[in-house]
């Protein structure tokens, strides 16, 4: 987990920027670490991104662009160095409150039963335990988890301890959803079950959602626009694809869709140059 100390601090931003629909907005944002010998590392370079209320965003790109560094600035983990970070149209002070961030490694705690680790976030924000609890509790039966609320995450399978981190993001109602490779451990018929499932919550309660990918199917099954970022250092957001695809969608048939298939074969066109760059002594084609 980075902290703010890791990224060089820009003086404190007051301007407001961006609109009250706009959910996240970057604006020209460039991020910057200190390494050994008193170096900075520059991972990404003036990110222009706007994630409207409601919208579902899918980011990819090579690994080590700067995927999981965009989406701690939008979680208020790391400042930019230059540039400025708007949530809602203000400012972003210390820790974007109005967000929720499902990481991609298990962040469920392991003394703590399912329904305890689902209900702890209600909990800390001053909800009475037993009304946490039994929130809680039917957070796990919309993710088809209730006959394993008691169960530890030890107990429980990979796909189900998703489930239940899921559940432990959504039952705070975040304005936000910061999703880092969150299906990634998965199997692919697991995959394509947690994919069904967070479309089916989502289009109930529709919430801007920042997606981290490197499966570009699962990318445009799920979102409304596609985002394409250049391998780094100094990675750049290089192609925004809307995808205009019929909502609801079935993600394991819609690939089957021949305007899946276009979409698919333009944004590869555009990416397969990125994911090359980031494996040296490929040959340009070889990856076809
Ligand atoms: N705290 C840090 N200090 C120095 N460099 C960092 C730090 N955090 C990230 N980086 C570098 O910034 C770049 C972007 O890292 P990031 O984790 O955002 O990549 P990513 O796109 O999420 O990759 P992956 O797909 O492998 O998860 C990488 O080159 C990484 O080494
Ligand atoms: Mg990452």
Known sequence: MPSAADAHIA????QSIGSADEAVLFDRIAIEFDVA???TFRAVEEADLKVAAGEFVAIVGPTGC?????LNAAAGLLK??????????GPIAG?????????QQDALMPWKTAVENVAIGLEVAGV????ARDQARAWLKRVGLAPFADRYPHM???????RVALAQVLIRDPEIILMDE???PLDAQTRLIMGDLLLRLWSENRKAVLFVTHDLEEAISLSDRVVIMSAGPAARIIGDFPIPLARPRDIGEIKLDPEFQALHRDIWHILKKEVLKAYPGFADGEAE
């Open 11 to 14: 003086g404190a931003e007051t």
């Open 37 to 39: 010998g008193g170096k």
């Open 66 to 70: 700067g995927k999981s560094t965009l």
């Open 80 to 89: 930019p160095a230059s540039g400025r970070v708007s949530i809602f149209g």
């Open 95 to 103: 820790l974007n409150e109005r967000a929720g961030y499902l990481f």
């Open 128 to 131: 009475r335990r037993k009304d």
């Open 156 to 162: 429980l399978s990979g796909g189900q301890r998703k």
């Open 182 to 184: 969150p299906f990634g």
